[in-house]
């Protein structure tokens, strides 16, 4: 089984680019006009995204569809459909699947790498700080604070589409299992729909870090 998939589990269609390779034309007209002033690092993170979210639509019957980006950035999938799309340097992922059936997903990938320091400060709180120093001493070679971050971001795209509001870092409350779980206390008086803590799945390997976030409907 591919590390995507096993990070995300079965059920979701889900689609990766490993490598610098780039589709040579997968962007919609509309989609193409969205990011043509965009620097062209900017340009291959976003075709390739959206070449990956293209395939999962199609899995799920959707042909054609432009996927553009909502006000803060969010991809607006068809009505019935949730996802999710990461990218960083050698990957891009994207998942999608029927709302009927998912109530939420989040994806992230990041570079296998320690966190910088001052990255590390704002995204922990002293529990979290301690924790991952724990973790630390355990395993040394896993990026626990990339980690940390990791979830925090895939919480993040999971509760962006069905609240439209900003969650900061200190409103996630992120424990790490060796075991590839995590687990996200949001600390909000009202989370709904999303329960208050959820659950997700991490794994590391080929040069990267990947956590990931399906919440089952009903
Ligand atoms: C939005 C954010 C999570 C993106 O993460 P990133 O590591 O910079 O980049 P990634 O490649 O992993 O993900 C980028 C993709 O996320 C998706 N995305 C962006 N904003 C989003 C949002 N508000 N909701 C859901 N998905 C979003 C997009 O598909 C984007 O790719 P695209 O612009 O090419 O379509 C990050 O930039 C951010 O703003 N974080 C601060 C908020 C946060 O994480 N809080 C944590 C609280 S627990």
């Known amino acids: 089984m591919g590390l995507v998939r096993r990070v995300v589990g079965p059920g979701p ?8 390779a780039t589709p040579s034309s997968p962007l919609t007209p509309a989609e193409a006009r969205v990011i043509a002033s965009a620097v062209p690092a900017r340009r291959r993170e976003f075709t390739a995204g959206r070449t990956c979210a293209r395939a999962a639509l199609e899995e799920l019957g959707y042909h054609d569809w ?6 803060r950035r969010e991809p607006l999938w068809p009505d019935g459909v949730v996802g999710s799309i990461s990218h960083c340097p050698g990957l891009a992922v994207a998942v999608a699947a029927r709302s009927a059936d998912t109530l939420a997903i989040g994806i992230d ?10 990255v590390v400060r704002s995204v922990m709180d002293t529990d979290e700080a301690q924790a991952t120093e724990r973790l630390a001493a355990q395993d040394p070679v896993t990026p626990w604070g990339r980690l940390l971050f ?4 895939t919480v993040y795209k999971a509760w ?3 609240r439209h509001e900003w969650l900061g870092f200190e409103e996630a ?7 590839g779980t995590f687990l996200a206390h949001i600390r909000r008086a009202d989370t709904a729909p999303l329960p208050r803590v ?3 799945r991490w794994a590391r390997g080929n040069g990267v870090v990947i956590t990931a976030l399906v ?4």
């Open 13 to 20: 269609a889900v689609h990766a680019l490993w490598g610098a």
């Open 66 to 71: 432009s996927l553009l980006p909502g006000p």
């Open 109 to 118: 990938v990041e570079t296998d790498a320690p966190l910088p320091a001052n």
């Open 150 to 153: 990791s979830a925090k971001e």
């Open 160 to 162: 962006y589409p069905l």
């Open 173 to 179: 409350g992120v424990e790490l299992n060796t075991d």
């Open 198 to 200: 959820v659950s997700g």
């Open 215 to 218: 919440l089952p409907a009903g």
